[in-house]
T-cell receptor, first 116, second 112 residues
Framework: AQKVTQAQTEISVVEKEDVTLDCVYE???????LFWYKQPPSGELVFLIR??????QNEISGRYSWNFQKSTSSFNFTITASQVVDSAVYFC?????????????FGTGTRLTIIP | GAGVSQSPSNKVTEKGKDVELRCDPISGHTALYWYRQRLGQGLEFLIY????????KSGLPSDRFSAERTGESVSTLTIQRTQQEDSAVYLC??????????FGPGTRLTVT
């Protein structure tokens, strides 16, 4: 069975600070995908990044960066120089790459509040 | 192109009534997911379709919940004899192969 743990329920930081959201996953499969989604107050789920299990390269997209470490089963998300618009709930998710069994398992989310 | 659409966007129903929630996935997407999100909570997995079959129904909370998918397209989630604890936003997502799932805007269900 797959499991995703986001231990940080809520985080508040002052604008312009950096913040890291943790994600730890469990799976016995060797091929899988990891995702991060953002859910702003409006409610829609916005895709941020997809990473497959064979690609451990870190990725940077503007102020966002992701650190994937298979050794610790973690896929952490860092926002640099946070802005008020970053306030949202962020979800980490895992899907194994097994055609016919592609259940997408979400963590419980981290509510991020950026204080102006 | 068009994204995942869901209807209705809002539904208010009386306790004990049946409701049907509809999801129109992105054309060509083979996988379809239903999730439930209670207020302030995370995403609770309900059911997953690959094509028209449902290899994983493990998340359906009770036999009052059922779902089907036809033509490898539209899916309907049916809740019979609704209860107040069924009040939530029901989210549908679809995906193609290993691509990221695209989510619809959700249906907000309120059971009074």
């Amino acid at each position: 069975a797959q499991k995703v743990t986001q231990a940080q329920t809520e985080i508040s930081v002052v604008e312009k600070e950096d913040v890291t959201l943790d994600c730890v996953y469990e799976t016995r499969d060797t091929t899988y995908y990891l995702f991060w989604y953002k859910q702003p107050p409006s409610g829609e789920l916005v895709f941020l990044i997809r990473r497959n299990s064979f690609d451990e390269q870190n990725e940077i997209s503007g102020r966002y960066s992701w650190n994937f470490q298979k050794s610790t089963s973690s896929f952490n998300f860092t926002i640099t120089a946070s802005q008020v618009v970053d306030s949202a709930v962020y979800f980490c998710a895992l899907r194994i790459a097994n055609f016919g069994n592609e259940k997408l398992t979400f963590g419980t989310g981290t509510r991020l509040t950026i204080i102006p | 192109g068009a994204g995942v659409s869901q209807s209705p966007s809002n539904k208010v129903t009386e306790k004990g009534k049946d409701v049907e929630l509809r999801c129109d996935p992105i054309s060509g997407h083979t996988a379809l997911y239903w999730y439930r999100q209670r207020l302030g909570q995370g995403l609770e997995f309900l059911i997953y379709f690959q094509g028209n079959s449902a290899p994983d129904k493990s998340g359906l909370p009770s036999d009052r919940f059922s779902a089907e998918r036809t033509g490898e397209s539209v899916s309907t989630l049916t809740i019979q004899r609704t209860q107040q604890e069924d009040s939530a936003v029901y989210l549908c997502a679809s995906s193609f192969r290993d691509r990221e799932p695209d989510f619809g805007p959700g249906t907000r269900l309120t059971v009074t």
